[in-house]
């Protein structure tokens, strides 16, 4: 029952440091997006001021916005790609932690009958020894 105690501990703090990852790389993605957004809003304030507005230099804007915008919708999604694990992981180390709770608590009681049952056996036994 100890053993399976330490398993769940690990499995729980395992989880732990999973769902910690997940939250590291959503945070990681969304600092991207923002300085890529901001990117992207330079960009276009420079076409609305026309000095990007004509030529090879316009071209070479649309470009540079579709770049941004398609890597903008890929980060979105894998935002709520890493959103959602974040998530499980976050459950699966609540789980975790309830459950490696749940047999400490089970291997404590059984510990504390195991150790009053050697108590009474003893006492039984003196007394035993004391009446014959």
């Given at each position: 029952?100890?053993?399976?105690?330490?398993?769940?501990?690990?499995?729980?703090?395992?989880?732990?440091?999973?769902?910690?990852?997940?939250?590291?790389r959503?945070?990681?993605i969304?600092?991207?997006?923002a300085?890529?957004?901001?990117?992207?809003?330079?960009?276009?304030?420079?076409?609305?001021?026309?000095?990007?507005?004509?030529?090879a230099?316009?071209?070479?804007?649309?470009?540079?916005?579709?770049?941004?915008?398609?890597?903008?919708?890929?980060?979105?999604h894998?935002?709520?790609?890493?959103?959602?694990?974040?998530?499980?992981?976050?459950?699966?180390a609540?789980?975790?932690?309830?459950?490696?709770?749940t047999?400490?608590?089970a291997?404590?009681?059984?510990?504390?009958?195991?150790?009053?049952?050697?108590?009474v056996?003893r006492?039984?036994?003196?007394?035993?020894?004391?009446?014959?």
């Amino acid at each position: 029952m100890k053993k399976r105690v330490d398993s769940l501990t690990r499995i729980g703090k395992l989880a732990s440091q999973m769902d910690d990852l997940g939250r590291w790389r959503l945070s990681a993605i969304q600092h991207e997006q923002a300085s890529l957004s901001d990117d992207l809003r330079a960009v276009l304030e420079a076409l609305e001021t026309g000095e990007l507005a004509y030529g090879a230099q316009a071209k070479l804007s649309a470009r540079r916005v579709r770049a941004l915008q398609k890597r903008l919708d890929a980060l979105a999604h894998e935002s709520e790609r890493v959103s959602r694990a974040a998530r499980v992981h976050g459950v699966r180390a609540k789980l975790a932690e309830q459950a490696a709770e749940t047999a400490g608590k089970a291997w404590r009681e059984h510990e504390a009958r195991k150790d009053l049952a050697e108590i009474v056996e003893r006492t039984l036994i003196k007394r035993d020894a004391s009446q014959g």
